[in-house]
């Protein structure tokens, strides 16, 4: 596994595979378990089972609740009820050393016996086994059957009688709260909720007390995350206009990633949108919904930013005495200047490290980090290590579109959720491989948080897809990973591009959106309902709140995506399995109809055997087997969300 000096980690209530190769000499059975220590103590052996794959794999899957640093070891041994079993079984069947095979086992069983750990009901039951085996008058047929007895396998397999004990190396595992691997995310701009045009029409800002008037929606559509863009003073100098434009007029706000002017800088909030004590009312508010609110940590400065005078030497200076304005070719951000550790890393950690604490005392414990790769990987591996030993609740979201190796360092450096490629996968070839790599290739050290949408992205996928294209990515997003996010205006089907670029036209970026929620709803025009009811089927099915789950399946079609989420009963907080199955049309533009093909073995079903499913979205129920036809039409109904109803 690519842990290198990180160890991997996971979230309360996942189920974690745990997996090992183990292997010994000659032909006798061995066994594996896995002795797990969580962070209050408490010890536990946990039975691995052979893979067999033919390569000695070993693997059990456990789901840890207790939040903290769990240790960890595999334990190999020479499983002697095993091993005896398969020679018993072998020989007695041609009548080859029967009476030795029969004794042997009885010697197991005395063994067994004599063990004061085991139930007084199991010994008793072994008792009678030693006696059957050892009495002449009973024949080798009934010995086989109790040498076959899946009981009795079932006690050794619990408490084996093992020897030749060898113990692997100590190993960690950390395990963070439950919102750090699963959440539903929202985004909006408070300075857009509750704006209002004036008689001579500019705009007043919308502040913190009138967003909290569009927390009950929030809420509504079943959201557990608000992120907020940055919510400091903007700066004036080299301000941004209205599309990214270098001539703003009287009244547009800028950039919020523009951060500081004399009213102040990272910890203090826009004037227009209130006071500290507003924005912790607001959090509150948002708590009261069962709404977690998340800021934006963006280590970046305005030129107006009181750092830049205070402490020139963060930032990068030119030949010429300017200070380097950020860039990201082709786009500049004349409005920012990004910080440079090099100059002196220890003053910027304490400074960061001070403003983070500053907004945990406001009650927030979710930071979203703007361009985090941008930043040294020493200085996030130190920030979130001494953060969380102080808040282990605190989660950090690394938004960093770049390269593999980078974004994949930062998520094993600490960053408990990371943006991810997902919203230029969109054909079923790709997503098939990408949610394949996010469930089994990279899952123990990055948790993806699939955005369909962001102020910076509007797809070409969303642009010309209309409305069946923000249905179906929604859709996969919800379903294919336990953390997905939406920002505002998804649900109005805001698709309109400034011209020859992946970004929405009049960005909310830099200016004010005055938007009608509500009149939208009452019209029919708004995908609400539809989020609500995403969010609402992710509450109800654990499966969908798990990411190394995912299995894909097959069609005939080559825009028909399918996959399947299966979480067996003994790892759910309810004891009962759960099946979802996605059947999704990746092509807006179409009804596609074809043949599906499933491998029902994962959750539990043989091969030919029917069983019934439900589509969670519009009640329809089938029954079903392995091969089965579908029809999805993308302007109605461009995907399947099943639930399998699997007798338990």
Same mark, same amino acid.
């Given at each position: ?27 006798? +059975?061995? $066994? ?11 010890? *536990? ?9 033919? @390569? ?7 789901? #840890? ?111 963070? %709260? ?18 209002? %045009? ?77 006071? #500290? ?79 983070? +604490? ?9 930071? %979203?980090?703007? &361009? ?23 989660? @950090? ?11 994949? *360092? ?15 996968? &969109? ?86 959106? #005055? ?92 091969? $030919? ?40």
């Amino acid at each position: 596994m690519p842990w290198g000096d990180y160890r991997p980690k996971a979230f309360a209530g996942e189920a974690i595979p745990f997996r090992t190769t183990a292997f010994r000499e000659g032909h006798d +059975r061995i $066994g594996v378990h896995v002795r797990l220590t969580s962070p209050s103590g408490d010890v *536990s052996l946990h039975r691995l089972s052979s893979l067999e794959d033919g @390569f000695d794999r070993w693997a059990t899957t456990i789901a #840890l609740l207790e939040q903290g640093v769990w240790r960890f070891r595999f334990e190999g041994f020479a499983d002697e009820f095993a091993t005896w079993e398969h020679a018993a079984d072998v020989k007695i069947e041609a009548g080859v050393d029967t009476a030795l095979m029969r004794e042997l086992g009885a010697g197991l069983f005395d063994r067994a016996i004599a063990e004061k750990s085991r139930p007084i009901a199991e010994r008793r039951v072994l008792q009678n086994a030693a006696v059957a085996l050892r009495d002449g008058a009973v024949d080798d047929a009934a010995a086989l059957e109790l040498i076959r007895d899946p009981s009795i396998a079932a006690y050794f397999a619990a408490r084996p009688l093992q020897s030749l004990l060898t113990v692997g190396a100590d190993l960690e595992l950390l395990v963070e %709260r439950e919102r750090a691997g699963a959440g539903a995310w929202y985004e909006f701009f408070p300075r857009s909720e509750g704006a209002r %045009r004036l008689k001579d029409g500019t705009i007043k800002s919308g502040t913190f007390r009138t967003a909290v008037k569009r927390l009950p929606g929030v809420a509504a559509m079943g959201f557990d995350v608000l992120y907020l863009p940055p919510v400091h003073p903007i700066g004036r100098i080299n301000r941004k206009g209205r599309n990214n434009t270098l001539d703003p007029r009287p009244g547009d706000p800028g950039s919020p990633w523009a951060i500081g002017a004399e009213e102040g800088g990272h910890d203090a909030v826009h004037p227009d949108l209130g006071t #500290l004590a507003d924005f912790r009312a607001f959090v509150r508010a948002a708590r009261a919904e069962g709404v977690e609110v998340a800021i934006d940590l963006a280590l970046q400065a305005a030129p107006d930013h009181p750092w830049v005078a205070a402490h020139p030497e963060w930032f990068t200076t030119l030949p010429d005495g300017s200070i380097a304005y950020a860039e990201n070719p082709p786009k500049k951000y004349q409005d920012i200047y990004p910080v440079n550790f090099d100059n002196d890393p220890e003053g910027l950690r304490t400074e960061v490290l001070r403003i983070v +604490r500053h907004w945990i005392a406001q009650g927030v414990n979710i930071f %979203r980090v703007d &361009n985090p790769h941008t930043k040294p990987l020493q200085f996030w591996e130190w920030l979130i290590a001494t953060v969380t030993a102080e808040s282990p609740d605190v989660v @950090f979201l690394a938004e960093a579109f770049t390269r593999p190796a980078p974004m994949q *360092s930062l998520a094993s450096a600490g960053f408990q959720q990371s943006y991810t490629y997902f919203t230029w996968r &969109n054909t079923k070839v790709e997503l098939e491989g990408f949610l394949s790599g996010l469930a089994h290739e990279t899952a123990d050290f990055v948790r993806p948080n699939l955005f369909v949408n962001t102020p910076d992205i509007l797809t070409e996928y969303l642009q010309f897809g209309g409305r069946p294209a923000y249905r179906i990515r929604a859709a996969i997003a919800a379903t294919a990973a336990p953390t997905y996010g939406v920002y505002a205006g998804y649900e109005l089907y805001e698709n309109v591009a400034r011209p020859g670029s992946e970004e929405n036209i009049d960005n909310e970026k830099y200016e004010y959106k #005055l938007r009608d929620w509500a009149g939208a709803q009452e019209r029919g025009e708004s995908l609400a309902p539809f989020l609500a009811r995403l969010n609402e089927i992710r509450r109800e099915h654990p499966a969908l709140r798990q990411l190394r789950n995912i299995s894909i399946h097959w069609s005939d079609d080559d825009a028909i995506l399918v996959y399947a989420k299966h979480l067996d009963g003994a790892l759910s907080s309810s004891g009962r399995s759960d099946t979802v199955i996605v059947v999704v049309n990746t092509d807006p533009h179409s009804v596609r109809q074809t043949m599906v093909h499933l491998d029902t073995r994962v959750w539990g079903v043989p091969p $030919g055997e029917p069983f019934e499913v439900e589509d969670l979205l519009t009640g329809a129920q089938w029954t079903w087997s392995d091969h089965n036809f579908v029809m999805l039409d993308a302007f109605a109904e461009p995907v399947h969300i099943l639930h399998v109803k699997v007798p338990q």
